[in-house]
């Protein structure tokens, strides 16, 4: 089994910044891709950043500019730095990752429980 353990979101005036890490554990062989997604209030999930294990990067038009997406392969874990922060950022954030295991030879998804991310104007 697989978790993924989100931290780092908080209240932050507009125009700040904010850093979300999420952690993976468990039965882990690879990873690849790892990204952010957001859901804001009456919205649907959208991607917000990916990044693959070699390190390429995409990100949502909303983020490009502002979002920066990294990983540490070695600790299982990725990053969102997040500037200029806007209201409309506002959303739980979510970490997504596809995973492969030790027992397995295909990529399964998980997703972590959701941090809540509010920039006040």
């Known amino acids: 089994q697989v978790q993924l353990v989100e931290s780092g979101g908080g209240l932050v005036q507009a125009g700040g910044s904010l850093r979300l890490s999420c952690a993976a554990s468990g039965s882990i062989f690879s990873i690849n891709p790892m990204g952010w997604y957001r859901q804001g209030p009456g919205t649907q999930r959208e991607k917000v950043a990916a990044?693959?294990?070699?390190?390429?990067?995409n990100y949502a038009d909303s983020a490009k500019g502002r979002f920066t997406i990294s990983r540490d392969n070695a600790k299982n874990t990725v990053y969102l730095q997040m500037n200029s922060l806007k209201p409309e950022d506002t959303a739980v954030y979510y970490c997504?990752?596809?995973?492969?295991?030790?027992?397995?030879?295909?990529?399964?998804?998980?997703w972590g429980q959701g941090t809540q991310v509010t920039v006040s104007s």
């Open positions: 997504n990752a596809n995973v492969r295991s030790f027992a397995w030879t295909t990529y399964q998804s998980y």
């Open positions: 990044i693959t294990s070699g390190g390429s990067t």
